[in-house]
């Protein structure tokens, strides 16, 4: 969806939540209160565009950006302004937060929050798995980059690294279907699967339990997740809309680190539904859309993650597969420029993985922390103000 349609669904005055806490400020001018409810409706309609202007930020990004690391870093930072935003809200409104119907609301947000952790723990180790990836990788470029002449040896090596390597993604898509205990490639056993370094890894490192599903814990965050109705936001002043605003977020990046990192049982069957009256809701519904489209391409269907890194190693690796099996030695000066060709292919991605994982991995654990403390001092100051009615 063009830029221009969000702003015009941003701008309308029918929009969900805004519009009518703006009539709810216009009925409140007369009263003695007024300064006190228009500051805290100005705020709630702020939360709502900057929550907008953020995904209008996002959705913007053209298909080579989209699901790429630097996207993704892009989208857990939007969560980390949306999240401190909010939590301003819940510190300006604790009196209110502490009472019926907004005790439950707030309640039920901050159980969704639990159930984000999980999926930052599964974020985290699929992050692991992609380094592991890259250091298959690194061997290829040490076999075949910067070398004057290359021999049988090194094309021997690299092959090895890249067969690995195919082993290794091929075990992690087989980890997301049903028929998980069925034996592995090249005919081995699961059992002896498990002595490999990849599977050495997951085996001593996952963080999840073994029978923990992605696509179950989306399920969970997004039940009973319902627009509140014109009525309920009146009866509130409109905290119920930035509640229900920030349950949204949160959702959405859930299923956007699920879409693209590999982890267990990933799916993406999450069911959004929003009215598109809402400030946030075209970008965020065009989005949810365009990553849909994604997964079902031909060459991402069967994939273990969109991450759009995932797909550049899965590329460069079979373009060096096929070179490497058409090698004959001694290599022709044609054959030659076609191997470092497709080594600099190699170093590219590399490189991008390199530089971009760390970071990422830091921001998943900046999100998982401030999940932790915003969910604890909203609870303690909200316990705090009713304990003082």
Request: aromatic share 6%; with cysteine; proline share 3%.
């Amino acid at each position: 969806m063009p830029a221009t349609d969000f702003q015009e669904s941003s701008s309308s005055p029918s929009s969900f939540g805004f519009s009518i806490l703006s009539r709810r400020r216009d009925q409140v001018h007369s009263m003695e209160s007024t300064h006190e409810a228009t500051s805290q409706e100005i705020e709630l309609e702020a939360f709502q565009r900057q929550v907008a202007e953020r995904f209008q930020d996002l959705a913007a990004a053209d298909s080579h950006e989209l699901l790429s690391i630097p996207w993704i870093r892009k989208l857990l930072d939007t969560f980390l302004c949306c999240q401190e935003e909010f939590k301003v809200i819940v510190m300006n409104n604790k009196s209110k937060l502490s009472r019926p119907p907004m005790e439950r609301h707030i309640s039920d947000f901050f159980e969704r929050s639990v159930k984000a952790l999980d999926v930052c723990n599964a974020i985290r180790d699929g992050i692991e798995q992609i380094r592991q990836w890259q250091k298959q990788l690194e061997i290829v470029l040490c076999a075949l980059g910067n070398q004057r002449s290359i021999g049988e040896g090194q094309f021997r090596r690299a092959k090895k690294a890249l067969v690995d390597l195919a082993i290794a993604m091929l075990d992690e898509k087989d980890s997301n279907t049903t028929l998980a205990h069925r034996n592995r490639s090249f005919g081995r056993h699961s059992a002896q699967k498990e002595q490999r370094s990849f599977g050495h890894f997951r085996s001593l490192s996952w963080s999840v339990s073994r029978s923990w599903s992605a696509a179950r814990q989306l399920q969970a965050i997004s039940s009973n997740l319902v627009a509140p109705r014109g009525n309920e936001i009146m009866s509130t002043n409109g905290l119920n809309v930035a509640v229900f605003t920030m349950n949204y977020v949160l959702l959405f990046v859930m299923w956007a680190l699920v879409a693209a990192i590999p982890c267990q049982d990933r799916g993406l069957q999450t069911h959004f539904s929003v009215t598109r009256q809402c400030l946030w809701a075209a970008p965020i519904l065009s989005l949810h859309e365009r990553i849909l489209e994604e997964a079902k391409k031909r060459d991402r269907r069967n994939s273990c993650g969109l991450l759009k890194e995932i797909y550049d190693i899965e590329k460069c690796a079979r373009h060096m597969n096929e070179l490497t099996d058409s090698i004959h030695f001694p290599l022709t000066d044609e054959k030659e420029r076609e191997v470092k060709q497709r080594v600099e292919e190699v170093r590219r991605v590399y490189e991008a993985i390199r530089d971009g994982l760390d970071p990422l991995e830091r921001q998943v654990r900046e999100v998982f922390h401030r999940i932790v403390r915003s969910r604890t001092d909203g609870l303690d100051s909200i316990s705090r103000a009713n304990s003082h009615d």
